[in-house]
């Protein structure tokens, strides 16, 4: 725990300052043949410097050993005061508090999305998913990126600060009730690491994976990724695919929400359809006229895509419906059809 909300340095001074404290006791206690009471009552003030003045004279060796105390705890004091400086007044504490709520806050979250990694991948996933109303919890280690898109969001990011390869991490990202994990760290080697820690922390959940490397994706299917994306291989062919079939690209870039006009893809399962609508065919649904989007796809329950499927076609219970429109005609779509 000291790890992730970065203790360590708070720990090693505490470490050494029971050190000390126990040295001084015990010091005492054999150099100058004391009571244990009487040992503590030197320590105490050796250490805070109030000097009272010995129980009895020292002899020499008890001379020696309080020299070198004294001038151990004069370091000991100063690192302890430079720890505590840094929590009061660099902001350290004010995180440490933050961390900690906003643990608490994941720890009610349930069904949401992991995304391991806010680099350039990892940041346009988040904003991609949290434009869709998904709850989405970040894990990074480098603060400094999450702080910088913390400054132009409008909204606190959920994060938890960590190695995403470590249990302790994902556990803390509520790995056990979360629905989806995205992995886009810039190592393969460590997208394989977490696929593997989060399917076994959670044999249900859907991994989707990053992968640099062609020779990664089948490393990580293995570790237990569901998908896997190649962004550099997906780059390359769009860019090939400008030039060759340009208006398809254009059409592809309004779907994705980077055209000028955006459209929206929406899925909507036949259990989620209202109870009035269910059991009627595509065209008896009129989706379109009802709405203006179109339906383009029926992902049937037993696996088999449909691409324009047949108006005559009855959704059944494990079907999904792919729809396109615009944002407008989504929304009247889901306001109508959606339970």
Sequence with gaps: MWKRFNLSRFVLALALSMFSLASGVVGFMLIEDYGFIDAVYMTMTTISTVGYGEI????????AFVSVYIFFNLLVIAYLVSVLTTYIFDGELRNLFKMFKTDQEIRGYSGHIIVCGFGRNGSKAYHDLRANGARVVIVEQDESLLKAAAETSQEAIPAVFGDA??????????????????????????????????????????????????????KLLRAGADSVVMPDEIGGSHMANLVVRPEVIRFLDMISGLGPDKLRLEEMRFDEIRSEFQGR??????????????????????GELLVSPNADIRPALGDVLLLLGTEEQIRTLIGQFRA
């Design 56 to 63: 009895h004279p020292f002899s020499p060796a008890g001379r």
């Design 165 to 218: 390869t470590a249990d302790e991490t994902l556990r803390a990202a509520g790995i056990g009730r979360a629905r989806a994990l995205i992995t886009a760290l810039p190592k393969d080697a460590d997208n394989v690491f977490v696929a593997l820690t989060a399917r076994e922390l959670n044999p249900s959940i859907k991994i989707i994976a990053r992968a640099s490397l062609k020779t990664s994706e089948a």
């Design 281 to 302: 065919s595509i065209r008896e649904l009129d989706i379109r006229s009802r709405s203006g989007a179109t339906v383009i796809g029926l992902k049937q329950g037993t």
